[in-house]
């Protein structure tokens, strides 16, 4: 079973131009994860956000959670052509001894 | 070592052929996930391992489905009889502990002809 949608399930966008993809969930959670995957490799863990914290930034994204509306946002910046990729968001479920439970993703297209 | 490592890259069994996926952790991290990829899916969990301890096996599809670390570091993922429907990629990913990011291999590509 998937916990988190995100939206758009795909996304199209020039160099240079900002993308940003959406993630809701369910269920409370410890924390929420984004991790990026290119085509045939696995994941790469991009960031980490605790359910008490609001906002975060790691060069060029930022992330936001609002725990009341159980969503999430990840907002790249100044995209590349090399961002290019599918986007997934995981959240870690407060019940003890679990583990991540990743959404569907968005698949990003930056064109030069 | 300096990442997961996954073997075999890719995997061709016929069906009903059993199969065995080989995971090495970072050296260090207590927690292991496994965790199976259908072509434009998210990845769905099947197990999970703190150290030697298989503490959530509820993502296993069936009782072909079988994994195992007793010595708390490499883990495998064997599956039995396999049939078209196991045709993924499977993926394991490290982690020290509650709270941190995971880092995963590359993945094991399985197509069961």
């Known amino acids: 079973s998937q916990q988190g949608e995100e939206d758009p399930q795909a996304l199209s966008i020039q160099e240079g131009e900002n993308a940003t993809m959406n993630c809701s969930y369910k269920?409370?959670?410890?924390?929420l994860q984004w991790y990026r995957q290119n085509s045939g490799r696995g994941l790469v863990h991009l960031i980490l956000?605790?359910?008490?914290?609001r906002e975060k930034h790691s060069g060029r994204l930022r992330v936001t959670l609002d725990t009341s509306k159980k969503s999430s946002s990840l907002l790249i910046t100044a995209s590349r052509a090399a961002d290019t990729a599918s986007y997934f968001c995981?959240?870690?479920?407060?019940?003890?001894?679990?583990?991540?439970?990743f959404g569907k993703g968005t698949t990003l297209s930056v064109s030069s | 070592g300096a990442g997961v490592s996954q073997s075999p890259r890719y995997k061709v069994a016929k069906r009903g052929q059993d199969v065995a996926l080989r995971c090495d952790p970072i050296?260090?991290?207590?927690?292991l996930f496994w965790y199976q990829q259908a072509l434009g899916q998210g990845p769905e969990f099947l197990t999970y391992?703190?150290?030697?301890?298989?503490?959530?096996k509820s993502g296993l599809p069936s009782d072909r489905f079988f994994a195992e670390r007793p010595e708390g570091s490499v883990s495998t993922l064997k599956i039995q009889r396999t049939q078209q429907e196991d045709s993924a990629v499977y993926l394991c990913?490290?982690?020290?502990?509650?709270?941190?990011?995971?880092?995963f291999g590359s993945g094991t590509r399985l197509t069961v002809v």
């Open positions: 990913a490290s982690s020290p502990g509650p709270m941190w990011g995971y880092t």
């Open positions: 269920t409370s959670i410890n924390n």
């Open positions: 956000i605790r359910s008490n914290e």
């Open positions: 995981a959240t870690d479920e407060i019940q003890a001894g679990t583990a991540l439970i």
């Open positions: 050296s260090g991290h207590v927690s």
């Open positions: 391992f703190q150290n030697e301890a298989q503490l959530d």
